[in-house]
């Protein structure tokens, strides 16, 4: 049997980061992690604390923050090196999605063995545990997802490791780590969650009970990404969002995402593109395409975008009313910027339609997809319809 909604990662909602942390690894047993953050995270005051706080309590640590934006395969090998060489117990990540996949793929070695590319190309990964999650934005869920995104340098190219053994062990929620997240990112991070749970929502995996998390997803979304906006320091606002997040990430592991997340994950790499803002400009296109047979899916997010419908609307008609109400609060309502911003080679973009079409989630899709199907849709995408 295929069942859904299996839900394996330890949630903490704490006010109070460096103590519950540390109480965390002392919980676990954990007496040596390595931290895998960035470089700017390292060198925050809430870092400090924290290290500060472990030292205190008798424990060591070690710091790996070489993760970059989009990060390559050999930062995991690296990363697992390091955690080897000092004899760490426990993978302990403090970032956004780029060092949470890192320490996934770190965690994954640390108890399977051999290099990440090995799992890349299917070796199966057996429970991992000892991964402690914190997240940094309120966007990717990764802190909840079973997924590695890293990036081979040599073709610009994206891999997906999907593991349910390689889910966090825990995942702490704790917003004294968003205040002060740029509104950009605050922005592309919270889109990226919206088309996490809208794809969920209307993939071919789709099951009632995650239709009901990916509705409540979207609808915090609608109603708490704004209040960020309006004041970035609303302490409320910013949970919600990390709450929408993570239940985003684990709606994905059960229901996965379709077209949208395939155009973004080839187009972002090949054109340096934000993942979420990549998704976002992504996802009108993909929702009138999927309108068809999601049409009261469709429909109902339209609805949670604060549409009426006077019921004789078709498929067609919801599908662009529904694209165009999620136009409206990406780039009127919040504010993100066009994808012109980008100077993107048209053709270039569009051509990479062949390879779109071959990437791995986009069988989710509740419609049949060719070639010629997705140019369509990247031509819209493209010019900004």
């Known amino acids: 049997m295929n069942y859904k909604m299996i839900q394996s990662v330890n949630i903490l909602t704490t006010d109070n980061f460096v ?3 540390v109480g965390v690894l002392q919980e676990g047993g954990y007496s040596k992690p390595l931290i895998v953050t960035d470089e700017f995270m390292a060198g925050t005051d809430l870092m400090k604390a924290f290290l500060n706080k472990i030292t205190d309590a008798g424990l060591q640590y070690y710091i790996f923050d070489s993760v970059k934006p989009d990060p390559v395969i050999s930062t995991v090998d690296n990363g697992y090196e390091v ?19 890192v320490a996934r793929g770190i965690n994954i070695l640390a ?14 990964v057996k429970h991992s545990p000892g991964l402690i999650s914190v997240a940094t934005t309120s966007g990717t869920g990764s802190e909840m997802s079973n997924a590695v995104v890293l990036t081979d340098p040599e073709t610009d190219s994206k891999h997906t490791i999907l593991a349910d053994g390689a889910k966090s062990e825990v995942a702490i929620l704790a917003p004294e780590w968003v205040l002060t997240l740029p509104l950009g990112q605050t922005i592309a991070t919270g889109l990226d ?3 996490h749970a809208a794809e969920a929502y209307t993939s071919k995996l789709a ?3 995650n239709d009901a998390i990916c509705e409540k997803v979207m609808f915090i979304i609608v109603n708490y990404l704004p209040k960020v906006i309006e004041n970035p320091t609303d302490k409320l606002a910013r949970s919600k969002m990390q709450v929408a997040a993570a239940l985003g990430g684990w709606a994905i592991n059960n229901g996965g995402t379709h ?14 593109v934000p993942h979420g803002m990549m998704c976002a400009y992504a996802l009108p296109a993909a929702l009138k395409y999927v309108s068809g047979v999601q049409t009261r899916k469709v429909k109902e997010i339209g609805q949670i975008l604060g549409l009426t419908f006077n019921g004789d609307e078709d498929a067609d008609q919801i599908g662009n009313l529904v694209s165009k109400a999620y136009i409206h609060f990406r780039d009127v ?7 012109s911003k980008f100077n993107i080679d048209k053709d270039v973009f569009v051509n990479l339609s062949s390879e779109v079409v071959k990437e791995r989630f986009a069988s989710n899709t509740p419609l049949p997809l060719n070639e010629e199907v997705v140019r369509r849709l990247m031509i819209e995408i493209i010019e900004g319809e």
């Open 259 to 272: 077209i949208g997340h395939s155009i973004a994950h080839i187009t972002g790499a090949e054109f340096h």
């Open 83 to 101: 955690y080897a060489e000092e004899s760490c117990d426990a993978v302990f990540a403090i970032g956004g999605g780029s060092v949470l996949d």
């Open 19 to 21: 103590e519950d942390a």
């Open 207 to 209: 099951t009632p009970v």
């Open 111 to 124: 108890h399977n063995g051999g290099k990440i590319i090995s799992y890349i190309e299917g070796k199966a």
């Open 333 to 339: 309502t919040l504010g993100m910027q066009p994808i």
């Open 193 to 195: 969650a919206f088309s």
